[in-house]
């Protein structure tokens, strides 16, 4: 139990980050020997102290690839967290009979995970989303260490690089210098700046007499279709959709369970292909 604590504190850095780079630090790095014999153990026996051992010796080196990403604005706390998580990864899918050392198996799992994280927390809106963007938003962001945007000659290059037209590293270039904004106004902002959010531009439509009439009719409508389509059910598979799901104070599917003397997995079963025909029935009507 103890040894289970220690693996998971170590791995989240918490508020004292130089005390947390210090405790990893000063765990010994393994030989090529323990880390062959601890990898097998792992491997062929499952041994999970063994895992533990592993993944505690190889912190310092996320701490190090941690550091490589520190231009994002980011936690260097939360980095080294994500990247724990792909140095885990690592460890479970290792092969000790490939012959690598752990460390250059590893590092592709940290840098995934890092890079996941930074591309869902560095901006609001995704600047990446497929492989290709999201090897260009990298590429540019080596690149781009001012605030300067790039010459002519440095997008033809970068683009004749990595594949892509000089109008797509224009764009991402584009994604990665805009900031966010916020949708509505800051608290203590005074009148002239609050005017200037977003969310005054927006039309409220909430007292639109049709566009009331439109919402009563698409939810009669919708009911209409729900009792239609409730009513070829047979009785059990009603009643299941309607403790579930329908009733003020639902029930679990344990307690269905009880009632109709079956296992949850069978209720469970039950209430999904029941969902799949009122969905078709809807659709249908």
Same mark, same amino acid.
Do not use: C
């Given at each position: 139990?103890?040894?289970?604590?220690?693996?998971?504190?170590?791995?989240?850095?918490?508020?004292?980050?130089?005390?947390?780079?210090?405790?990893?630090?000063?765990?010994?790095? /393994? #030989?090529?020997? !323990?880390?062959?014999?601890? *990898?097998?153990? +792992?491997?062929? =026996?499952?041994?999970?102290?063994?895992?533990?051992?592993?993944?505690?010796?190889?912190?310092?080196?996320?701490?190090?690839?941690?550091?490589?990403?520190?231009?994002?604005?980011?936690?260097?706390?939360?980095?080294?967290?994500?990247?724990?998580?792909?140095?885990?990864?690592?460890?479970?899918?290792?092969?000790?009979?490939?012959?690598?050392?752990?460390?250059?198996?590893?590092?592709?799992?940290?840098?995934?995970?890092?890079?996941?994280?930074?591309?869902?927390?560095?901006?609001?809106?995704?600047?990446?989303?497929?492989?290709?963007?999201?090897?260009?938003?990298?590429?540019?962001?080596?690149?781009?260490?001012?605030?300067?945007? /790039? #010459?002519?000659? !440095?997008?033809?290059?970068? *683009?004749?690089? +990595?594949?892509? =037209?000089?109008?797509?590293?224009?764009?991402?270039?584009?994604?990665?210098?805009?900031?966010?904004?916020?949708?509505?106004?800051?608290?203590?902002?005074?009148?002239?700046?609050?005017?200037?959010?977003?969310?005054?531009?927006?039309?409220?439509?909430?007292?639109?007499?049709?566009?009331?009439?439109?919402?009563?009719?698409?939810?009669?409508?919708?009911?209409?279709?729900?009792?239609?389509?409730?009513?070829?059910?047979?009785?059990?598979?009603?009643?299941?959709?309607?403790?579930?799901?329908?009733?003020?104070?639902?029930?679990?599917?344990?307690?269905?369970?009880?009632?109709?003397?079956?296992?949850?997995?069978?209720?469970?079963? /039950?209430?999904?292909?029941?969902?799949?025909?009122?969905?078709?029935?809807?659709?249908?009507?």
């Amino acid at each position: 139990m103890g040894k289970s604590l220690q693996l998971v504190e170590a791995l989240s850095p918490g508020q004292n980050l130089e005390a947390y780079v210090r405790s990893v630090s000063a765990i010994p790095i /393994l #030989t090529k020997e !323990e880390e062959s014999e601890l *990898a097998r153990s +792992l491997f062929f =026996d499952n041994d999970l102290d063994a895992a533990r051992r592993l993944v505690m010796s190889h912190m310092r080196f996320v701490v190090h690839v941690a550091k490589t990403y520190s231009g994002y604005g980011l936690s260097q706390g939360d980095l080294i967290q994500e990247g724990n998580v792909g140095l885990m990864k690592a460890v479970k899918r290792f092969d000790p009979t490939m012959g690598v050392r752990l460390v250059s198996f590893a590092v592709h799992w940290i840098k995934a995970e890092m890079h996941e994280f930074i591309l869902r927390n560095w901006r609001i809106v995704k600047v990446a989303t497929t492989k290709a963007q999201r090897k260009l938003f990298f590429n540019l962001r080596s690149k781009k260490k001012g605030l300067n945007w /790039l #010459t002519n000659d !440095e997008v033809k290059a970068m *683009a004749e690089d +990595l594949g892509v =037209d000089q109008a797509v590293v224009r764009q991402m270039e584009g994604r990665m210098s805009s900031s966010d904004m916020a949708f509505d106004a800051s608290v203590g902002d005074d009148d002239e700046r609050a005017y200037q959010s977003p969310a005054y531009f927006l039309e409220d439509h909430s007292n639109d007499p049709a566009r009331k009439l439109e919402d009563e009719n698409w939810e009669a409508d919708s009911n209409l279709r729900l009792a239609e389509a409730m009513g070829q059910l047979d009785e059990r598979s009603k009643d299941i959709l309607m403790q579930r799901w329908l009733s003020e104070q639902k029930s679990t599917l344990h307690e269905l369970a009880a009632q109709y003397q079956v296992s949850a997995e069978r209720i469970r079963q /039950l209430e999904k292909n029941a969902m799949k025909k009122i969905k078709v029935a809807m659709l249908e009507a």
